[in-house]
């Protein structure tokens, strides 16, 4: 290895030198395009040490590749919220979420990767996209984004709704299909089969 350990900046803390290793991983996708293409050798490299090192601190590559989506999501997540409340009701927040998020999702390998199903080995997995993380992230956009002006469903509504578009999400993503190819035909799709059923719950009054 011809740079020296840390390439000279020791970590003082774990956290530091987690923040160094999601660094190096961010800028490889990027120079990459494809998170797939990323290895833990590549890490280490980058950073400067050992792949020991580097399994040190994220026993396996998905334990690498979740907390860089951890980190990529929350900062769409900062974006998202700027984007959404721009709009009145809640149901339109959602409706905007919903694009957004199908506009800029393939625009970040690291979250894409956990809406595709296809794994090395040629199998399918689509726990990434319905793992709890991918959940937390749904239901905690739902409650940021919520308008102060209506009264706010319980936990429990929110949660299921959350993983209702999270679904909705993988299925436009992984297979738009000839019907879903544009930003307004996606816009129309959700605009017909969920949001409707969101304005009823919220006039019915949600238990």
């Known amino acids: 290895m011809n740079n020296p350990a840390w390439k000279g900046k020791r970590p003082q803390s774990e956290e530091e030198a987690k923040q160094l290793l999601l660094k190096a991983t961010l800028k490889l996708v990027k120079q990459a395009g494809d998170l797939k293409k990323v290895t833990i050798s590549r890490v280490a ?3 400067g040490v050992t792949r020991r090192t580097v399994y040190r601190y994220f026993p396996s590559t998905d334990d690498l590749f ?12 900062k974006k998202l919220y700027v984007h959404a409340i721009k709009f009145d009701s809640f149901a339109d927040r959602i409706l905007e979420s919903m694009v957004y998020m199908i506009k800029e999702i393939p625009k ?8 595709d199903v296809h794994t090395l080995s040629g199998g399918v997995n689509i726990d990434g996209a319905l793992a709890e993380d991918a959940l937390d992230y749904s239901y905690l956009m739902l409650r940021t984004v919520f308008p102060e002006d209506e009264k706010m469903p319980d936990e429990a509504w929110l949660r299921e709704l959350a993983e209702h578009m999270v679904r909705l999400l993988f299925a436009v993503l992984v297979a738009p299909g000839p019907r879903l190819r544009t930003q307004k035909k996606v816009r129309a799709y959700f605009q017909r089969w969920l949001i409707p059923i969101v ?3 919220l006039a019915e009054g949600v238990q």
């Open 108 to 115: 970040h390998p690291e979250i894409y990767r956990n809406f």
């Open 66 to 77: 979740l907390y860089t989506s951890a980190h990529v999501g929350g900062e769409l997540l």
């Open 45 to 47: 490299e980058e950073v």
């Open 199 to 201: 304005r009823t719950h």
